[in-house]
């Protein structure tokens, strides 16, 4: 069976992740991981992610994968040393500079060839494999195809990995200085401000305060927009071709998206939901329309609505305990007395949490949930568990 990875920018996301069916998960550092400062995590935040991980018999990788440096690649040793003392079970990096620096100061560490590095033939994965490297996460733009023949042309024990959902950047394998030339901020270094989703208008030269609108099918102007990726009816085609981790982006996501979507592809990997049901699943979460990407070697050529996020419902709260018929709820978004709160769980499905008696921690009666984090008390005959989570539609 092929490993389910998912992301954890939090605690709480990684702990979703882990409770909905992941076999590992990763998780970005301190230091050269390409995502905010506010998804990487401390070295004590690591230590406790690990030991969650592996109390569950599961596996956590870091993210070092933004291009390094000179003064950052002196840095490397004691950062790989870290990681293995914190429990890290592999780091995912792209630059050659930073792979090479780690295997040999950190033989310990395993090594996993990010995305970012364009790997789309055998002879590359083997060169990255001669390196040092145990796992190459193959370029976006790759074929079921071709992947099948890199896997026939490559040393049986280097893994493949592969993207199966979340969000694509418009760029070849992410290498994109857009965000750099209009902000200054690096997505090559973590500090992208996607502006690629943002909405544009034409301006002429002459007249540089009258802008004119791009207009599209559906009166978008997303012009630079991906959509997302979305790859529910492919998994046994991928793994059939050769992948050994199915890959999920979102490490800027919730921990209700993270739990949504693990746990629709850890269902279907199971054999325990249908693929149109899945489907179900992934569109309650916010999305720009899904696509396949490049796996058929097909890619759709409207990209009027590429930008525009759409979703069935809205995350409602998270149950933190279930006892004598009363669930405990921390409350996320707005619903009211007599609401109908569907639960998102590993265990149940099809249940919903009929809103009908909510109190506050002092028993006084509530009509309308509109605090953020309040805890409220809902009775039910529900079989709730802590971590389960309660939506309405949107």
């Known amino acids: 069976m092929a490993e389910l990875l998912a992301p954890a920018g939090s605690l709480a996301a990684l702990s979703a992740a882990l409770r909905f069916g992941a076999d590992a998960v990763y998780l970005g550092g301190p230091f050269l991981q390409l995502r905010a400062k506010s998804a990487g995590f401390s070295f004590d935040d690591i230590a406790h992610a690990a030991e969650l991980v592996h109390a569950k018999g599961k596996r956590l990788y870091s993210t070092v994968n933004a291009l390094a440096y000179n003064d950052e690649i002196e840095q490397l040793p004691a950062y790989g040393n870290r990681l293995i003392d914190c429990g890290v079970?592999?780091?995912?990096?792209?630059?050659?500079?930073?792979?090479?620096?780690?295997?040999?100061?950190?033989?310990?560490?395993?090594?996993?060839?990010?995305?970012?590095?364009?790997?789309t033939?055998?002879?590359?994965?083997?060169?990255?494999?001669?390196l040092g490297a145990r796992r190459i996460v193959l370029a976006r733009e790759m074929t079921v195809d071709e992947i099948r023949k890199l896997k026939r042309n490559i040393p049986d024990?280097?893994?493949l990995e592969a993207f199966v959902h979340g969000a694509m950047?418009?760029?070849?394998?992410?290498?994109?200085?857009?965000?750099?030339?209009?902000?200054?901020?690096?997505?090559n270094r973590g500090d992208c401000a996607q502006p690629c989703r943002w909405k544009y208008a034409l301006v002429e030269e002459t007249r540089p305060n009258q802008s004119f609108p791009i207009v599209e099918e559906g009166n978008t102007s997303y012009v630079l927009s991906s959509r997302d990726l979305n790859c529910i009816t492919l998994l046994s085609e991928l793994i059939d071709a050769g992948i050994t981790s199915l890959k999920i982006e979102g490490r800027m996501k919730t921990e209700y998206y993270v739990a949504v979507v693990v746990n629709?592809?850890?269902?279907?990997?199971?054999?325990?939901?249908?693929?149109?049901?899945?489907?179900?699943?992934?569109?309650?979460?916010?999305?720009?329309?899904?696509?396949?990407?490049?796996?058929?070697?097909?890619?759709?050529t409207d990209h009027s609505n590429a930008g525009v996020y759409t979703q069935t419902h809205r995350f409602a709260g998270t149950v933190l305990a279930c006892e004598n018929g009363v669930a405990t709820v921390m409350q996320r978004n707005r619903f009211v007395k007599g609401?109908?709160?569907?639960?998102?769980?590993?265990?149940?499905?099809?249940?919903?949490?009929?809103?009908?008696?909510?109190?506050?921690?002092?028993?006084?009666?509530?009509?309308?949930?509109?605090?953020?984090?309040?805890?409220?008390?809902?009775?039910?005959?529900?079989?709730?568990?802590?971590?389960?989570?309660l939506r309405i539609r949107a």
């Open 339 to 389: 609401d109908a709160l569907e639960v998102v769980s590993p265990v149940l499905t099809n249940a919903v949490l009929h809103a009908d008696d909510i109190t506050d921690e002092a028993g006084e009666p509530v009509e309308i949930a509109n605090r953020v984090q309040q805890i409220l008390k809902i009775r039910t005959d529900l079989p709730l568990a802590p971590g389960d989570m």
């Open 169 to 187: 950047c418009m760029a070849y394998s992410g290498r994109c200085l857009l965000s750099s030339a209009i902000l200054g901020r690096s997505g």
């Open 157 to 159: 024990d280097l893994e």
């Open 264 to 300: 629709a592809y850890r269902r279907v990997l199971d054999g325990t939901m249908t693929e149109k049901d899945a489907q179900r699943e992934l569109d309650s979460v916010s999305h720009r329309p899904y696509t396949t990407g490049f796996y058929h070697g097909e890619l759709p």
């Open 121 to 130: 033939n055998y002879a590359a994965a083997k060169a990255w494999y001669d």
């Open 89 to 119: 079970d592999a780091a995912i990096v792209s630059d050659l500079g930073v792979l090479t620096t780690l295997h040999r100061a950190c033989p310990k560490l395993e090594l996993h060839v990010s995305t970012q590095a364009s790997c």
